[in-house]
């Protein structure tokens, strides 16, 4: 059986421990966390004391978690997702993504994921791509020495944006082990040339972290399950074809208007989903 999980960043409106309860109590496995303002702040007061109660609750309800860093805006309040890798002060992302790993290390966390981020207006594709490689070097060696795989994922529109893109900055750090993909089943819809099985089968060997969620050719929405073009049991299979058992975790950042509901929903047909087909 898949492990799903749930993202945090779907239940924005909930205090972490509430949302932790709903979504095990759902049934689901492991939860998505992502590090921002409302749920485990990495910047505010008491950070050690925070980080040991939420592992001490993921115990306690027998959820795995991977831990997510695309919080809007927890660095700047007024640029969504900035500084990113590639932008000037990109230290503070690079500051960023080391706290992100030490709070992994001490949830136990089985991956810690981060993308590239769009460059900034006026800066040359060649600068961008010295800055990611340069910024990725740096946290893939905080995450060697905590002991927490990466997972890189491709994002619609950032300057890593497929699977491709992620092999060319895999080859570019050296192929290093514990750099591996995040893939996002939605984004394969959004813009990979290839059915979302075969995507999961080509990044088999490298997949440490998996979204779920459905969505439309060449249109970058998280959309609820059934209402995209997505048909999940064949990518379900594949996900248990290609041997992988890290967790599933269901992507809906706009939906926590309804999270319970929501996740409620998301559950069910996803168990469903990978039930065998009846001959």
Known sequence: MTRFGYGT????????????????????????LTLDHCHLDPYADGLGRRVA??????????????VETGARYLLDPRRKHAPTL??????????????AVAIGADLGAEAVSFWSG????????????????????QVLDAARRAGVPLG????????VETIAG????????GSPDGF??????????????????ACVADVAGHLVNVQIDDMRRGVHEHLEFGEGEID????????????????????????????????????????????????
């Open 118 to 137: 769009i460059p900034p207006a006026g800066l040359d594709r060649a600068t961008a791509w010295n800055r990611l490689v340069d910024g990725c070097e």
């Open 232 to 279: 999940f049991p064949p990518v379900l299979r594949a996900l248990d074809d290609c041997g992988y058992r890290g967790l599933v975790s269901v992507e809906l950042p706009r939906h926590s208007h309804a999270a319970p509901a929501v996740a409620a929903r998301s559950i069910e047909f996803l168990r469903r989903a990978e039930q065998p087909v009846q001959a």
């Open 86 to 99: 590639l932008d000037d002060d990109r230290h503070r992302r690079v500051d960023f993504l080391h706290r």
């Open 53 to 66: 109660q939420a592992a001490d609750r993921l115990r306690d309800l027998d959820l795995a978690v991977v």
């Open 180 to 197: 591996g993909i995040t893939l996002d089943i939605g984004h394969c819809r959004c813009n990979e040339p290839d059915p979302v099985p």
């Open 9 to 32: 960043n779907g239940f924005a409106n909930h205090r972490l421990t509430d949302a932790l309860d709903v979504i095990a109590g759902l049934g689901y496995e492991g939860v998505a």
């Open 166 to 173: 992620w092999r060319t900055l895999h080859e570019a750090l």
């Open 152 to 159: 890189f994922e491709p994002e619609p529109g950032m300057l």
